[in-house]
């Protein structure tokens, strides 16, 4: 699974927080979890998705500050809805 490079869940009705193992995706390079009921801040160990390129959380619940770990994500040319 850590080959993962696309994650799409958006437009579900998963609830609850982001797993922290979501940063063992580290080949991970899109990752949608728009449209969903999440609640809770971003988990710090996104900081380990350093292959991401595209992230969408718009229309959630998600709330809280930014994880400084956020900064080491330099290929990140997409954010849609922080």
Partial sequence: ???LTWL?????QF???ISTNLGRLTELKH??????PL???????MGL???LEEF?????LISGTLPSELGNLLGVTG???I
């Fill in 1 to 3: 699974m850590t080959q």
């Fill in 39 to 45: 609640d809770g801040t971003l988990p710090t160990e």
């Fill in 8 to 12: 799409n869940l958006g437009f579900n």
């Fill in 31 to 36: 990752l949608y979890l728009n449209d969903m």
């Fill in 56 to 60: 969408a959380i718009a229309s959630t």
């Fill in 49 to 51: 998705l350093q292959s």
């Fill in 79 to 81: 954010i849609f809805g």
């Fill in 15 to 17: 609830s609850g927080t």
